[in-house]
């Protein structure tokens, strides 16, 4: 039972770091960001290529934030000449563009049959201890790390101006101030920590293959963001709690129901997934515009 | 002067919307700009910020050509402007609107925010008391922890006033200040206004009010279609027949 | 180089083009209208190719009765997501309508693996042999999918440009509350535009799956080089969307030979980036408007 609740925790956490990230580029400053488990992707596949061929992990966590907040540099310039739900589209096209890359460019990434034994967290840092324990403890400290540092942005000028351009980009022009570059930075660091995810990941699964950052990702991660309410990192750690809890909870639910198959629990995974989008855009629309925030 | 637009054109596609338009605004002066629905004021305040780029012409500020800037350079320049519909910062408070729109705040910058974490906090603690006269200025008090999105269009109005001058400009462009505002509002606003004035700001103003704005300005200029057909002081404009013609039909 | 290699590619990409302008009209035509990027259009497409080829075997194998079956099926769908969902997003910020989108295509694409299962469908049309004309070797197939959706298309450009409910449409779509006002009841005007636009969503899907199979991924798939064609064309731009379309599907086609077949619909989005970072108003919106 312990080491269930860990694995939850485990997930719930890697999910709270990608939540975290949209958070700050879409709750904060309005960049709607379809395309996150393309920086998701990017961060497991630098580690599981550095630690599958001897490199340490105290490389590749940084390699994996680095690589996946640079692969987003040229993606967030183009917020600066497309509106919210173009950027939204175009976002899409990009991660899936960067899948496309990884099945193609099987020379390096091994293609659909994914890189396998990637090392565990313990034995990729050198060290003698339970490798669940190990990878839980620094997605604690990474979490924390995160949520520290993003409070201390959006809680300075440079949040209330990444908030102010979320509410009118051409008013914030008005007053002299560029929302680009504010845009690069915020989609930029919110790409890093869904990297810090992917390693996290990659590690923790120690199998990956192009097959599991598939777009129903980006969207697990936005309907958390919904749940919690966007513009609030508290929401944002609760969001991905429910989500985590809902993911785990189908299992359960396949278990008390014999009658029902692995293929077709994914199915209703997925409706319950899309009816959530739906009802929540519907029902509780705070939740999509931040005017849930107390202040 | 102040600010000096000569001969600018403007077109959507093929329909032009302005036509060699020519304007001065002289230093420490109020302008008015007057005219009918769909006679390109509007268009002639986006062109003048830098939002839309003209066909032709040219804009200095202060004595300097700002033609070719884009709307950021020309605010850091000293162009300062309200919007029609007014543009507030909806989820963040008259305080927070206030502070937001202080240029050059070095806690916007990620590196020192991190780094020199006391000079990001006096800077701070300096620009709060700056804030907090401006809301006494403009009587918003009473609601400057409110989020702007719940204002009355008035206070959004004087919101928005203020937002501008957190930048010290050299000109300000107000578009429609008095426009659903109740009247009893607009009386503190033109007082606001006047006062600023006498501190040395200098303004162009367009308003459908014209008691409001004749009893404002020095100089008047009226648009019809596009181009300027009229200017000159308040009250000789407004008695010019082809004025009232374009203007009101006839009747004013 | 080889001719024959390209004309045929361009031929196929031809087709491909045909196919993809279906959900391009009916996106562009949603997006002129309501204001969003509809993304359950894929699945509306995935859908209607369900329908028609279940319809088809129930109905002695007739692909005609297939194709109405399917058709109507989408189109129903399409406005029932407008009944239930889409109408009260109307003047609010289009990320909701757009979220919600993402959410109904989900629950669609649920909705059919759950009953039918992964499994690829094929149309149980008899196969043709192809025939040659000058350097292409044409499958009839092809032919008939060409014709097809140019029918449709005109009959779609008839509809908006010819009859009463078109126009009343259009203003709609220009100017909701000057239309309200004129006695323009928009809530009928817009029940049938949904219901068009879905009707040309399952043809789109239909006749992707008649060209190649159908699966629960298929209209995802195309989800993103029909909104490329939008992009291309201009928002709420029909023939511009069309014109995007075969752009779009030719260029892909054309690509294959230097970048394979995987790149293929990477080619696609380049494009579609590279219009909107260029002309977001459209590459083939060449009536400028006011807007």
Redesign the interface.
């Known amino acids: 039972m312990t080491a269930y609740l860990i694995a939850m925790a485990i997930v719930a956490l890697i999910y709270m770091l990608l939540t975290i990230g949209l958070n700050l580029q879409y709750g904060y400053t309005g960049l709607?960001n379809f395309g996150h488990v393309g920086s998701f992707a990017i961060g497991a596949y630098i580690t599981a290529l550095i630690t599958t061929n001897g490199g340490f992990a105290y490389v590749s966590l940084p390699a994996s934030v680095l690589g996946a907040a640079l692969v987003a540099w040229p993606v967030a310039l183009?917020s600066k000449?497309?509106?919210?739900?173009?950027f939204?589209?175009?976002t899409?096209?990009?991660s899936?563009?960067l899948r496309?890359?990884i099945?193609?460019e099987d020379w390096i990434t091994n293609g659909v049959h994914g890189i396998t034994s990637i090392p565990n967290m313990s034995v990729a840092l050198g060290l003698d201890v339970d490798p669940n324990i190990l990878i839980l403890t620094l997605l604690i400290a990474a979490n924390l790390l995160a949520v520290a540092l993003i409070t201390?942005?959006v809680k300075?000028?440079?949040g209330?101006?990444i908030?102010?351009i979320?509410?009118?980009e051409?008013?914030v022009?008005?007053?002299?101030?560029?929302p680009a570059t504010?845009k690069v930075?915020v989609f930029v660091i919110g790409a890093g920590l869904a990297g810090l995810a992917g390693a996290f990941y990659a590690h923790y699964f120690s199998y990956i293959s192009p097959e599991q950052f598939l777009p129903?990702i980006t969207?697990y991660v936005?309907m958390a963001m919904?749940l919690g309410g966007t513009?609030s990192i508290l929401g944002a750690v609760a969001g991905s709690l429910v989500l985590v809890l809902f993911l785990e909870g189908s299992r359960f639910v396949r278990d008390i129901l014999p009658g029902v198959t692995e293929?077709?629990m994914?199915?209703?995974?997925?409706?319950v997934?899309?009816?959530?989008?739906?009802?929540l855009?519907?029902l509780r629309?705070q939740g999509?515009?931040?005017?849930f925030?107390k202040? | 002067m102040i600010l000096s637009l000569s001969h600018v054109a403007f077109a959507f596609g093929d329909f032009r919307v302005l036509d060699d338009v020519s304007l001065d605004v002289p230093p420490k002066e109020i302008v008015g700009l007057i005219g009918p629905n769909g006679a390109g004021k509007s268009t002639l305040f986006a062109v003048t910020?830098g939002?839309e780029k003209p066909l032709a012409g040219t804009i200095m500020l202060d004595g300097r050509d700002i033609t070719h800037d884009?709307?950021?350079?020309r605010?850091?320049a000293g162009l300062?402007?309200t919007?029609q519909v007014p543009?507030?910062?909806?989820?963040?408070?008259v305080r927070?609107?206030l502070?937001?729109?202080?240029?050059n705040?070095?806690?916007?910058?990620?590196l020192p925010?991190?780094l020199s974490p006391r000079r990001?906090r006096e800077e701070?603690r300096a620009l709060r008391e700056k804030v907090a006269d401006l809301i006494a200025f403009l009587n918003l008090t009473a609601v400057k922890?409110t989020?702007s999105g719940s204002l009355s269009g008035g206070q959004k109005k004087l919101l928005e006033l203020g937002?501008?001058l957190?930048?010290d400009p050299k000109v300000i462009l107000l578009d429609e200040p008095f426009a659903g505002v109740n009247p009893v509002l607009i009386d503190s606003l033109v007082d606001r206004i006047r006062e600023l004035n006498a501190q040395g700001y200098s303004f162009l103003v367009i308003e459908h009010n014209l008691r409001a704005l004749s009893d404002l300005c020095s100089t008047m200029h009226v648009m019809d279609r596009g181009a300027m057909i009229a200017s000159g002081a308040p009250s000789a404009v407004l008695d010019d027949p082809k004025v009232q013609e374009a203007y009101m039909g006839g009747v004013l | 180089m080889d001719f024959a290699l390209f004309a045929n590619l361009a031929f196929n990409g031809l087709i491909e083009g045909a196919v993809i302008a279906l959900p391009a009209v009916a996106l562009t035509l949603v997006f002129g209208v309501m204001g969003?990027?509809n993304a359950s259009t894929g699945d509306v497409m995935t859908a209607g190719a369900y329908a028609a080829q279940t319809g088809q075997i129930a109905m002695a194998g007739s692909i005609v009765a297939g194709v109405i079956v399917g058709s109507v099926a989408s189109a129903l769908l399409a406005l029932v997501f407008y009944l239930c969902?889409f109408r009260?997003?109307q003047g609010?910020?289009?990320?909701?309508?757009?979220?919600?989108s993402?959410?109904?295509?989900?629950?669609?694409?649920?909705?059919l693996?759950?009953f039918l299962?992964?499994d690829q469908r094929v149309f149980p049309i008899p196969l043709t042999r192809a025939f040659s004309f000058g350097p292409l070797r044409i499958v009839p197939s092809d032919l008939y999918i060409l014709a097809t959706s140019v029918g449709a298309i005109v009959l779609v450009f008839l509809l908006l440009y010819v009859t009463p409910l078109g126009r009343r449409m259009r203003a709609v779509a220009d100017n909701p509350d000057l239309a309200r006002s004129c006695g323009i009841s928009s809530h009928r005007v817009l029940s049938a535009m949904w219901l068009i636009a879905g009707a040309v969503t399952g043809l789109g899907g239909i006749l992707f799956g008649i060209k190649t199979v159908i699966t629960p991924l298929m209209g995802w798939e195309a989800l993103?080089p029909a909104?490329?064609a939008m992009?291309l064309g201009g928002i709420g731009n029909p023939a511009g969307a069309i014109a995007g379309a075969l752009t779009i599907g030719i260029a892909q086609e054309l690509s294959t030979p230097f970048v394979?077949f995987?790149?293929k619909?990477?080619v696609g989005?380049?494009i579609?980036?590279l219009a909107?970072?260029l002309r977001?108003s459209g590459l083939f919106n060449l009536s400028a408007r006011v807007r």
């Open positions: 709607a183009l000449r497309l509106r919210t739900d173009y939204a589209i175009a899409l096209a990009a899936e563009t496309l890359a099945i193609e201390r942005m300075s000028p440079f209330r101006t908030e102010a979320r509410d009118d051409d008013a022009r008005a007053l002299g101030k560029e504010f930075k129903l969207f936005w919904i513009g293929v077709e994914a199915s209703v995974r997925l409706f997934v899309g009816m959530a989008l739906v009802l855009t519907l629309p999509l515009m931040g005017d925030r202040r | 910020s939002f884009g709307p950021v350079a605010a850091r300062g402007r919007f543009r507030e910062f909806r989820h963040l408070t927070e609107n502070l937001a729109a202080a240029p705040q070095t806690g916007e910058n990620l925010l991190f990001v701070e922890d989020p937002r501008v957190m930048g | 969003f990027p969902v009260f997003f609010r910020p289009s990320m909701y309508a757009l979220v919600a993402i959410g109904l295509a989900f629950a669609t694409r649920s909705t693996t759950f299962g992964y993103l909104f490329a992009i394979g995987t790149y619909i990477g989005f380049a579609m980036v909107l970072v977001p």
